[in-house]
């Protein structure tokens, strides 16, 4: 589980994506304060000025990474133990792990989703979420990408694992590629 590059919609991509964002943002953080330093070690003011400019101009892409990671920040990847009782269910259909979709509105951390033909199960730990305004908003953007508007965002963990369990194994549908659509759309929303 731990280490390597992690995919979006794989267990343990919250956790190791904001290593990566850490990374990036001392970087560009070293970088600002470098060449902000190096203005101090020459006597031409045109030097001074392009270091100055070249500064400035390396905020926006360091900002461009901090934003997401702040937003993202206290969002962990969950416990193994979850991700264990979630393994068994990926016979069933589409599981993503750690997502975090964001909507205009709200930040909607999904730590478990199952892409399903009979629809979206995502399970939201977060409890300051309006889930019945995040599915409306959810289930908008599905019909905009032509996919059937049946996304279900359950923050009762009981209640998902039963839902999971109720389901009956993708294979015994139709495959139409809605569900491998959906799971990209999905992970397309996700920071």
Known sequence: MA?????????????RRKMVQLGEILFGAA?????????NFTDSQAARNVLTVMAILSVLPTANVASPFLASVRYKT????????????????????DLIVTTKE??????????????VIAYCPAEKIDAKKAEKTLND?????????NVK?????????SRLAGLKPMSEYEDDGSAEYAARTLKSMSM
Do not use: C, T
């Not at 709200?106 to 629809?119: E, K, N, R, S």
């Open 3 to 15: 280490g390597g590059k992690k995919q979006k919609g794989e267990y343990g991509y919250r956790n």
């Open 153 to 161: 965002i359950m923050k009762d963990e009981k209640a998902f694992f």
């Open 78 to 97: 969950p416990a193994e133990e979850f991700y264990r009782r979630v393994q068994p269910f990926e016979s069933k259909g589409l599981i993503l792990y």
């Open 141 to 149: 953007s599905f019909r905009a990408q032509k996919l059937d508007p």
């Open 106 to 119: 709200q930040i909607l951390p999904f730590d478990a989703v199952m892409v399903h033909p009979m629809g």
């Open 31 to 39: 970088a600002i304060i470098a060449q902000l330093l190096a203005r």
